[in-house]
Structure formats: structure tokens, C-alpha cells
């Protein structure tokens, strides 16, 4: 049976690490950093996302502002918003909530957030950084995962690492970050023979959005298993993106879902602020 990957415990470990740099902060420069989260529209889901958030600013110690907007707001005014924020001295960190409305442009809304505030690491220059191998703010989710393997003792120096799901949020930066920590990175698409490459992975991390697409059989004995995937049921049940049982049986250590990685991505994030704070990136 493969060790359970406690994300709920490691991401509390992150969080405290944090607090204790923020009172640190405030004790030796009066500076307290601030997160502002930007939130357009009712989508229930990404009102339960920004309470977390916003909770967990609250309990390292940051400051933190949410403005919601109502899902009429002008693409123009939303500049505006993103623009006064960026000039905010007392804000560190700005995190725009996705998805925005259909008539605003997020792309052009993230690029608007200056790249030191770019706290969810989104923007094209923080891509940028990561791509190059410079110093910058990661998008949350992956450095999270980077975050449970090294807690897990998985080193991926000189691993076969594959990575399914290319997103511009999770898979594709995910790839760069163990790329950048010398494995032999596979990443894999719809158009994959993912039995084939799965088979590979001495490091296997899943974010695709099917509920247990994966299956266990195809898991490489001794793998780490990394899922990202968030699904939920009918019955109102949460899965990720691999069969959990069947891969538990052939992984060395594995995430649950939930309990894995999600508690991982709002501990970053309160990392990234702490960086944006103090130019420590
Ligand atoms: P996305 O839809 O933007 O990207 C999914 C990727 O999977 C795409 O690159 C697509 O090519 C690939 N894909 C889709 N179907 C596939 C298939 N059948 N075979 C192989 N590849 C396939 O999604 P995302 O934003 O990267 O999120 C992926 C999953 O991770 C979702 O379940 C999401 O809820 C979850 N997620 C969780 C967290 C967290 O904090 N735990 C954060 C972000 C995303």
C-alpha cells in the first residue's frame, strides 16, 4: 500500500512557516503584507475559493481587501480597479479569481497586474521567468506539488517525471519546475498514448479534469502519484483524475482527493505574498 501524501498537514506546515516570517516582518521593518483579491460576478465556487483565501490571509497575519464586482462590470472599469490595486502601496499581492465574465478579456486583466504582484503566478512575464529558469512567482498549484515531493523525500534529479494535463495554470508549468529540478519530463495531451507513458513515470502528476481517467494497472510499480484533479460526482463526492484505489495498491506514496494538493494551492499563495512583500523572489 502506497504512503498517503497528507496535504491537509503539509500545507498547515507551509502556513505556519509563513506566519512566523510575517511576525518577523512586522517586529523588524512595521511591514505587514497585503493580498487583494479581486472577485467579478456569483460563480459559487470561486466565492468559496476567495473565503479561503481570504481566511488563511487573515490567519498568517497579511492584510487583506476582497473586491467583489458585480458581473456587469465594464472591461475598462475592471482595468481600472487592477490598475488602482497595482499602485496600492499597501498591497503586495493581487489575485484576480477565475473565470471572469465572457465579454472581459482574462488574459489582458492578468497581464495588467504588475508582474511583482502577480501572486498567482499567471502573468506572461512570471511564465516568462519560470520558462527561462529565473527567479519569479510560480502559479500556485504546481509549486505546491514541487512542495509535497520534497516532503515525501522524492527527489526528481535524474527522474522519469510525466505530466498529463498542459494547461497554462497546472501542466505546463508543473513540466518546467521538474524540468528545472533535472527530470526527464514527458507531458502528455489528449492526443497521448497515456497507457504507454504513464507506464514511464517514476513521477507521475495528473491534471486533466476527468475523474479517474488514470487507471491503476497503468501505474509504475514504486511511482509517486501526484493528482491534481478535482471532479465532482453526482453524488456530490469528490474524485480526482486517477482510479485511487487500484493505484494505491502500486504507487510508493500517493495524494488523496480532496486532502492533497487542494490544501496545497491557498498555502502557496500565502507564500508568494510573503515573497511579493519582501522582493524575495
Ligand atoms: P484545463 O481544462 O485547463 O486543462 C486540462 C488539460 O488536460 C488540457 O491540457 C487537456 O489537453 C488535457 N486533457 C483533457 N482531456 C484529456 C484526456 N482525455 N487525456 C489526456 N489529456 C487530457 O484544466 P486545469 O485548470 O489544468 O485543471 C485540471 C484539473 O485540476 C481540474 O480537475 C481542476 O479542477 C484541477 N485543479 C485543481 C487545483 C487544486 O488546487 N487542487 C488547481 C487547479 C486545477
Redesign the pocket.
Known sequence: MAQLIDGKAIAARVRAEVQVEVARLKADRGLIPGLAVVRVGEDPASKIYVTGKKKAAEEVGFRSWEHHFDASISQDELLAQVRRLNDASAVHGILVQLPLPKHIDAELIISTVKPEKDVDGFHPISAGNLSLGRPGLRPC?PAGVMRLLEEVGCNPSGKRAVV????N???KPMALMLLQKDATVTI???K?D?PREVAQADILVV????PE?IQGDWIKPGAVVID????RKADGKLVG?VAFQAASQRASAITPVPGG??P??IAMLMRNTLLAATGGV
Open positions: 498549484t498529463v494535463g498542459r494547461s495554470i497546472v501542466g502528455c495531451h489528449r497521448s497515456l491534471a486533466v479534469g476527468v481517467l491534481v484533479g478535482m471532479n483524475d494538493v487542494g496545497m494551492t
